[in-house]
């Protein structure tokens, strides 16, 4: 007997109220040209493939851990992944590399964070989850 987790999915989509964008760049960095001025791998434009836009979350993956040093000193020591996406299970799978861009944020009176919008992450971890209803992925500030 198959499980109906209908309700549960509309639970959960409640949630995902960041408008999200999936980009993947298909040629990696083999088809960047070097700035000789400055230094810099300067990627072709366009250079990236819109691969799936919908609702999803971003969300912080927890505060900065807080360190004593040996002088007693305290410190802040930011986590290498500062966030994680939570994306529906139709959305494609993403690769290490992929980009999620965030368009905009449904959520009424503010969104969850105004600073997002438009920023860029890049999927550091595909793999952190799969589940019934949702896919996350840890992903960290690009731009």
């Known amino acids: 007997m198959a499980l109906d987790l209908d309700g ?21 960095r083999t088809d960047d040209v070097l700035d000789e001025a400055t230094g810099a791998l300067v990627a072709p434009v366009p250079d990236e493939v819109l691969l799936w836009d919908g609702l999803g979350a971003l969300l912080p993956l927890g505060r900065p851990a807080i360190t004593k040093p040996l002088d007693g000193a305290v410190a802040q020591t930011p986590p290498t992944t500062d966030y994680q996406a939570v994306l529906p299970v139709r959305a494609p799978e993403l690769r290490p590399d992929d980009v999620i861009r965030v368009a905009g944020s449904l959520r009424r009176g503010d969104p969850r964070d105004p600073q997002l ?20 992925v840890r992903v960290q500030v690009i731009d």
């Not at 509309?10 to 980009?23: P, Y």
């Open 8 to 28: 549960a999915r509309r639970v959960v989509e409640r949630v995902l109220d960041d408008k999200l964008e999936a980009w993947r760049d298909s040629a990696g």
């Open 117 to 136: 919008v438009g920023r860029r992450f890049r999927v550091s971890d595909a793999a952190v989850g799969t589940y019934s209803v949702v896919r996350i």
